[in-house]
């Protein structure tokens, strides 16, 4: 079992930056991929990014390409959002969350789909707003 705690949202003015945390505590974390998701007021949660076991990385939605990055240190069980000129409409709660790979897939998978991951955290707001 894991639990995942994202810190690190704030009000940011456009075009600024943040890092968001996600601590994740519990079993081992090298075998699972992370996600960052993000859900803006009256919309569906959405799948920005994910890295693997391996620490490949897929980013799912362009408007975020160039603009956010992934990374994990599996040593400290952390993973990391790091988000740069930020736009009005990134504001949105951010959630990171960890899946478990199917078997013979374990270095390489991840995924855009929130049905597939099974540990969340709780969120943390990002406002960016002037």
């Known amino acids: 079992q894991l639990q995942l705690v994202e810190s690190g949202g704030d009000l940011v003015q456009p075009g600024g930056s943040l890092r968001l945390t996600c601590t994740v505590t519990?079993?081992?974390?090298?075998?699972?991929?992370i996600g960052w998701f993000r859900q803006a007021p009256g919309k569906e949660r959405e799948g920005l990014i994910c890295?693997?076991?391996?620490?490949?990385?897929?980013t799912y939605v362009d408007s975020v390409k160039d603009r956010f990055t992934i990374s994990r240190d599996n040593d400290k069980k952390l993973a990391f959002l790091q988000m740069t000129s930020l736009k009005t409409e990134d504001t949105a709660v951010y959630y990171c969350?960890?899946?478990?790979?199917?078997?013979?897939?374990?270095?390489?998978?991840?995924?855009?789909?929130?049905?597939?991951?099974?540990?969340w955290g709780r969120g943390t707001q990002v406002t960016v707003s002037s």
């Open positions: 969350a960890a899946l478990v790979p199917p078997m013979g897939q374990i270095e390489n998978y991840c995924s855009a789909s929130h049905a597939e991951y099974e540990y």
């Open positions: 519990g079993y081992t974390l090298y075998f699972y991929a």
């Open positions: 890295i693997n076991s391996s620490g490949g990385v897929t």
